[in-house]
């Protein structure tokens, strides 16, 4: 805490019987000072200065700095960020933990104590990314697909076993409990923290850092924290503050309520779209006004989720009384519930609805106005009204299919024509027995739609015509969406209303239930729903992200085969925050989102080429249609069962001993000592390479010559584009290492679940199947040419070999929006050790160039208004890049210069804080934390 007290902030809280030692805000005042004025945001920033105040890196003048926040300026001033604690998903914590043990031996081999390497920032990790939805539509899916997780991730969980015991104030919340976002928000989070510091109680805000971008879910329980990159979660583990400008902060104002029909999905996909169009990217958004108190805790919690998906740093709500109901709802003791409403008073933190703080941009919504939305077939932010649904998916089909069906005949753009609806039978049933006729799939020959019908017959002799926009995938998936009672007994209801009509799911569907946590199983059996939802095929897969971070599992064998004889653009509809190319499945080609209880009805509609609200959604027992809005529950039934299924002593039994785990977790033997001892055999956990060979002192920066371009990219490549991913194909570069140490292809496992070693993870980074890289036309996938030979075509991977081998630094060309997407820390781990030196776009997400930075990977921009095209760079030339040796002398140049060829511009360097120069001087953050240490 603070060793400087220049405000003389310190003062004391009495709640009940306890007294906290606080730092006050109203302290700070002084001309052009006004505190009471700011947003809550920045509030919880301040607080965070004032107790963390000592004089060198958190000075008062920084803190005068923030008091007097110029709501209109550019971010300019550099702040330090201590948050109060660390959250891990299992796939970017392996490698945390795995650097951690590295970073032990690299400080004793260079004459440090290696037990200064442990959290001094309480640290908690759920493992929720591991689990695959193998099996499927059967009672005994969960237990299966735990038994398969566990037999595939043995070696990754004794190392978190170790992990748990050799690191101080670490926690590992083990697999099968839950979502780490909704795991967070139900019991994690303290929304007001507590530590013992010389004897004192100190009471402070809630704020964390995460290793998942969706860590912004927190934001609904108003605590500030978004998500990192697992390089800047380890360094704020280790007590390093995150250097950070101060933000703009968009002010959101809210007013009125939802419409009937309109679930919590709709309005986050309408505030997603709107704030993309707005443009959030790098800010705080904060939500205020009257119809704050409207919107229930689990949809603030659902609009934090979604915050990467529209840009912002943050998408916070402020405290109130919503946000202590359901903290006594969730089985939080009365003490701490009394602690956060005393603090939030006694601070201004507590949400006044006719307050209007200052904010530096302004937008506003009426509730009233959302209307039934999904978002696809590619980008969450593509928001399309269900009543367009239809006509959406078939003018994006075009993009989809071959080139001979480009133009699907019959659709007029401007006049918003459609197709009529298909009257040919979809399915019939098993030895050829006619099936009820399904007014939904296959579209007729003359109807003009791009059609390439494949007859599909399934082992139970079920028998049908698969296509274009069939939905394959319909997954109630993703703590955005499973945290939300309302939309989760609304699908249960839907579902009932579905199979006491006698509907079915279509047999090309592969349905799955995976929640956020067991309370959901919980209230789903208190209510008798479950019987339902298993009827249709929407049996318990498990308690993790699954399909959401493309953990779906294979299609149904006979469908997936249909899919690739035709070449068939079909769907997924899944509840979660995540639609990108290649995520979801590499045989689905379109993603749709929506809510828990459109995902059941496309399920039993069977397609993305149908109207939800003009075409039936089935048959009934009686041969009659049945609508969607036949069976849609009401508000008052959800409202109904919701308040008779839940209650605390439910989050209080489920999560009473939650660290403990299953037989299945505390059998496992357990490694023991300070430093771990590396099974060399091992292709699951290996040391990692980034302190290999390093000095106590860092090398002087160097300018960069002689460089060939690795990849030449379009607009808006995702994290997803270029991290490790999903399976590991067993003739990719990972594939081929694999089968040489002797793993099986069944043992394959996804790249996610190797992510702790980094010899699978460089063979898979940029080798998405949907990345496309100008520099080899005509290929998709992790594909380049060797400019400095042949020009032949090989992979990112083995091209990197050869130039390194050469002793050829490599370059990166990319367009707008480069990096946006999840904080995946191998997206910049993987970019560095494949030689890239400095990467050139036009616009960057802010984990991501972050994170480039914290692997020692020069971030540059091209000057405003060009591109790479407009330059006329082919991606052939061969690049130097000077200037960047003024950082030997402690500044930051604005500008490099940049030849290529006959072609030369000023760049722009996007190293935006003296802290992100010093790591960039050190290599990356690592070594700079290492040497800090020592």
Not at 229 to 236: D, Q, R, S
Not at 563 to 574: P, Q, W
Not at 715 to 729: E, F, L, W, Y
Request: charged share 25%; net charge negative.
């Amino acid at each position: 805490m603070a060793s400087v007290n220049s405000f003389n902030a310190k003062d004391t809280l009495q709640v009940g019987d306890e007294a906290y030692e606080i730092y006050r805000l109203d302290a700070v005042s002084g001309e052009g000072l006004d505190v009471a004025s700011l947003p809550y945001s920045l509030k919880v920033l301040l607080e965070n200065l004032l107790r963390t105040e000592d004089g060198a890196n958190i000075t008062a003048d920084d803190i005068k700095a923030l008091a007097g926040w110029d709501a209109d300026a550019d971010p300019s001033k550099e702040i330090q960020f201590t948050p109060a604690r660390v959250i891990m998903q299992d796939f970017t914590g392996v490698p945390c933990v795995v650097d951690l043990a590295t970073m032990r031996e690299a400080m004793a081999d260079l004459g440090g104590d290696a037990g200064k390497i442990n959290p001094l920032a309480p640290a908690e990790m759920v493992i929720d990314h591991s689990v695959i939805a193998d099996v499927f539509g059967t009672p005994g899916a969960f237990e299966r697909n735990v038994e398969i997780e566990y037999e595939r991730n043995r070696e990754r969980y004794q190392f978190l076993r170790w992990g748990q015991t050799a690191f101080d104030d670490f926690k590992v919340v083990p697999p099968g409990t839950g979502i780490v976002h909704q795991v967070n928000i139900e019991h994690l989070a303290r929304v007001t923290f507590t530590r013992e510091v010389d004897g004192e109680t100190v009471a402070y805000p809630d704020t964390c850092v995460g290793t998942d971008s969706h860590t912004t879910m927190v934001n609904g329980l108003g605590v500030v924290g978004w998500g990192v990159g697992g390089i800047e979660a380890e360094a704020a583990m280790l007590g390093q503050p995150v250097s950070m400008l101060i933000p703009r902060v968009v002010g959101f104002k809210l007013s009125g309520e939802l419409p009937e029909g309109a679930t919590a999905t709709d309005l986050v996909l309408t505030i997603t779209e709107m704030l993309r169009q707005h443009g959030a990217v790098g800010k705080f958004v904060e939500f205020y006004g009257s119809g704050v108190s409207a919107v229930p805790l689990a949809n603030r919690a659902t609009i934090g989720n979604m915050s990467p998906e529209y840009g912002s740093t943050i998408a916070v709500f402020p405290i109130d009384e919503e946000t202590t109901t359901y903290l006594r709802l969730t089985g939080r003791s009365e003490e701490q519930i009394a602690l956060v409403e005393a603090y939030a008073k006694e601070q201004g933190l507590w949400h006044d609805p006719e307050a209007e703080p200052r904010y530096s941009e302004y937008l506003e919504l009426d509730l009233s106005t959302v209307v039934p939305s999904i978002a696809g077939p590619k980008r969450p932010q593509d928001r399309i009204a269900l009543t367009d649904a239809k006509l959406s998916f078939r003018a994006s089909l075009a993009d989809y299919v071959d080139a001979d069906m480009v133009e699907p005949a019959g659709y007029d753009e401007a006049s918003e024509e459609s197709f009529p609806a298909s009257d040919a039978p979809a399915y019939h049933g098993a030895n050829g027995a006619p099936a009820p006729t399904n007014h939904l799939t296959t579209a007729p020959a003359d109807s003009g739609r791009p059609s390439n019908p494949q007859t599909v017959t399934l082992e139970d002799g079920t028998t049908f015509d698969l296509d274009h926009g069939a939905v394959t995938i319909a997954a109630i998936t993703s703590c955005t969406n499973t945290s939300n009672p309302s939309v989760m007994i609304g699908a249960a209801l839907l579902a009932k209303n579905a199979v006491e009509k006698g509907l079915t799911r279509k047999p090309w569907v592969k349905t799955t239930l995976a929640p956020g946590s067991k309370v959901v199983s919980d209230y789903y059996e208190r209510s008798g729903l479950t019987p339902y939802l298993d009827k249709l095929g929407f049996n318990l897969v498990g308690y993790g992200c699954t399909t959401c971070i493309g953990n779906s599992g294979p299609l149904i064998p006979e469908v997936s085969q249909g899919v690739n004889d035709g070449d068939l653009a079909v769907t997924s509809v899944l509840s979660g925050n995540r639609n990108f190319e290649g995520r979801i499945n590499p045989d689905v080609k379109m993603n749709y989102l929506a809510s828990p209880p459109l995902v059941v009805a496309y399920a039993l509609a069977g397609t993305m080429d149908t109207d939800l609200f003009e075409d039936p959604i089935g048959v009934d027992t009686d041969g009659n249609d049945v609508y969607l809005r036949d069976i849609w529950p009401s508000p008052a039934e959800v409202e109904e069962v919701v308040s008779g299924a839940m209650s605390a002593d439910t989050f209080k039994s489920e999560y009473a001993d939650v660290f403990a785990g299953d037989d299945r977790w505390r059998s496992l033997p357990t490694p023991e000592g300070d430093v771990f001892a590396w099974d060399t055999d091992s292709t699951y956990v290996r040391k990692a390479p980034y302190f290999d060979g390093m000095a106590l002192e860092p090398s002087p920066v160097t300018d960069i010559a002689g460089a060939r371009v690795l990849l030449k990219l379009g607009d808006s490549v995702t994290t997803d584009h270029i991290s490790p991913a999903g399976a590991i194909k067993k003739d990719s570069p990972a594939g081929k290492y694999l089968a040489e140490h002797g793993v099986a292809q069944r043992d394959f496992n996804s790249y996610g679940s190797r992510r702790g070693n980094h010899e699978v993870m460089i063979r898979g980074t940029f080798a998405n199947i949907r990345l496309r890289n100008q520099l080899a036309p005509g290929t998709e996938g992790g594909f380049t040419r060797r400019l400095d030979t042949d020009g032949e075509v090989t992979t990112v991977f083995e091209a990197s070999e050869s130039y390194q081998d050469a002793g050829i630094p490599l370059v990166v060309l990319a367009g707008k929006e480069y990096g946006s997407g999840s904080s995946r820390d191998w997206a910049a781990k993987g970019t560095a050790l494949l030689g890239v030196k400095a990467v050139i776009a036009e616009s960057y997400e802010r984990i991501h160039r972050s994170n480039l930075i914290g692997m020692g990977v020069l971030p540059l921009q091209f000057p405003d208004g060009e591109s790479a095209d407009s330059l006329g760079l082919s991606g052939e030339e061969t690049f130097e890049i000077t200037g960047v040796t003024a950082l030997n002398d402690g500044e930051t140049p604005r500008t490099v210069k940049v030849k290529a060829d006959d072609v030369e511009f000023d760049a722009v360097v996007r190293i935006d804080t003296p802290g992100e120069a010093s790591y960039y001087r050190n290599g990356g953050i690592m070594p700079y934390v290492l040497r800090s240490l020592l």
